[in-house]
């Protein structure tokens, strides 16, 4: 299984003209070589863009991108990582999606889309990422 951060995706259906290029390649790759997935909070970042949440669905469906549930361990995780976060300093907000995911990832052993990658190493050192950035 293979995760897909929200900014890759985003990426993609803006034609970022930066990232198009390189979200895209990954993006049809994964769909060819295994299941590739969002989460609910992947779901919740891209849902501002659709007018209803059946577009989305619609979106997710051609694309090649299944919705599944965050295990409850993930959630647990997350809400650790985001409470070492903030005993460290780290801000309060836009982070808490990015605990989802990165914990969701780990806990199901996949693989993560992301061009975030400071944060996802940061907390998830051991999570296989997918990135432009090699280190």
Known sequence: MIMVDTNVIIDVVAR??????WSRVR???AVVEDQVVINE?????LAAGYPRYQALDAFLS????????TPRSALY???KVFQRHRAAGGIRT???PDFFIGAHAMISGSQLITR???RYRAYFPGLELISPDPS
């Open 27 to 29: 993006l049809n790759a």
């Open 116 to 118: 975030d990658v400071q």
């Open 94 to 96: 836009g982070v808490l």
């Open 62 to 69: 051609r694309a090649g991108l299944e919705l599944v549930r």
């Open 41 to 45: 909070a992947v779901y919740a970042e």
């Open 16 to 21: 970022d003209p930066v990232w198009f290029d």
């Open 77 to 79: 995780v997350a809400g």
